[in-house]
């Protein structure tokens, strides 16, 4: 007995490094998956905006047939928006820029239409887009929601796979770090407002 004790002690440190592997993975990730259902959410809620939008381009168009370029830089700005894509199993700091700088050019384009619809005030009182455009307020506040519940759990991902002994087995699994989002930039400078 005392010969094979050696070895018992061996299998069982090895079974206990092994056990603890396996649960380091396992957290690892079910906050990988989190996260991923989260993005899912951003997503879903961005495309909500784009739904929204032909029939509030049609509801303004109607009105405002001759601001043609602004109309046609809002559906070119959404199908920009919908081309641009991130794989939820790896969202990398290059990725996000890009659908980050697309999504912000889309709400840049939406702004410049409700500027513009500020000179119509019958399309301003249609029933119809006055409920588009609550229902477009409201995507948006979703669509922040969405990405501020994101970036929390992209950041308590990030941080279990950066801190040892996570990052070890995180850097042998590739559990490679996920992107945030970020303000816009210019977001941080509040506007000019001059009454002159």
């Known amino acids: ?22 649960g380091l993975n396992n957290n690892m990730v079910e906050k990988q998956e989190t996260a991923r259902t989260q993005w899912a959410n951003v997503e879903s809620a ?18 405002a047939d001759h601001e043609k370029e ?9 199908a920009n928006a919908t081309k641009t894509t991130i794989d939820p199993t790896n969202v990398t700091p290059e990725q996000m820029a890009a659908f980050q700088q697309s999504q912000n050019s889309l709400s840049g384009a939406l702004s410049k ?34 990405r501020n519940r994101f970036n929390e759990v992209a950041k308590d991902y990030n941080i279990y796979t950066r801190k ?30 001059d009454f002159n």
């Not at 090895?14 to 056990?19: H, N, R, S, T």
């Not at 961005?46 to 009105?63: A, C, W």
């Not at 249609?126 to 477009?136: A, D, H, P, R, Y």
Request: aromatic letters at 10%.
């Open 70 to 78: 602004t109309l046609e830089g809002v559906i070119q700005a959404r």
């Open 46 to 63: 961005y495309q909500r905006r784009s739904d929204l939008i032909p029939n509030l381009v049609s509801t303004v168009k109607g009105y």
């Open 113 to 146: 239409l409700m500027v513009v619809v500020e000179k119509y005030p019958d399309l301003k009182a249609n029933q119809n887009f006055l409920e588009l455009q609550s229902q477009l307020e409201g995507t948006e506040n979703r669509i922040n929601v969405e």
């Open 1 to 22: 007995m005392k010969k094979w004790l050696p070895l018992i002690i061996i299998a069982v440190v090895l079974f206990g490094i092994f056990q603890w592997g396996v």
């Open 164 to 193: 040892f002994p996570a990052s070890v087995i995180a850097g042998f699994l590739n559990f490679d770090p996920m992107a945030l989002f970020q303000a816009a930039a210019g977001s941080e400078q509040a506007p000019t407002v």
